[in-house]
């Protein structure tokens, strides 16, 4: 598969998640494509249900990624997803950070000029915590809304988030 961070695969992945939100009990509250793989925020009621969530997002992304490549067959991801529990306002708003903004530690590491704005591989667009970008935060229907304390207020007690932060920027500029 060619890479995802084009808009014909983010028309695609959106058109996957309004499918599969529409399940209750949670879902992708937030996301970034990048070039070989996907970042996400997902709320689950407990491991057994994200498991359940993440299956079915993935069967039905990758059917719908195979179709889009004309009708090829076969695996599309070449591993399953990584879960980290985040239990703490300044862990979520991390976590969100680096979702939202890594396109910019991205661009840090490979020492090209920083993009400015939300990722349009993201959904930084409905993020309604930016300290500097009026007119964001509108609502899209491939969001779910957070349920959770930690994900709709809690993460605010750690502070705004720039979108001009680079995530783990100390880590990015390491060579």
Aim: with cysteine; charged share 25%.
């Amino acid at each position: 598969m060619a890479a995802l961070r084009n808009g014909s695969v983010l028309s695609t992945l959106r058109r996957c998640l309004r499918a599969h939100h529409q399940r209750p009990g949670g879902g992708v509250i937030h996301y970034s494509v990048q070039h070989g793989h996907l970042h996400l925020i997902v709320e689950a009621g407990d491991r057994a249900e994200l498991s359940r969530r993440m299956q079915g997002l993935c069967i039905r992304f990758a059917k719908a990624l195979n179709k889009l490549a004309g009708g090829r067959r076969g695996k599309v991801f070449a591993d399953r997803y990584h879960a980290r529990r985040l239990g703490d306002p300044t862990r979520v708003r991390s976590a969100l950070a680096y979702v939202l903004l890594n396109h910019r530690r991205h661009a840090c590491q490979r020492g090209r000029e920083l993009p400015s704005g939300p990722d349009r591989f993201s959904s930084g667009w409905a993020f309604d915590g930016w300290r500097d970008v009026p007119g964001a935060g509108r609502p899209r229907a491939e969001l779910a809304r957070p349920t959770t304390w930690l994900l709709q207020r809690g993460w605010r007690r750690a502070g705004l988030i720039s979108v001009e932060e680079v995530p783990g920027a100390a880590r990015a500029r390491a060579p």
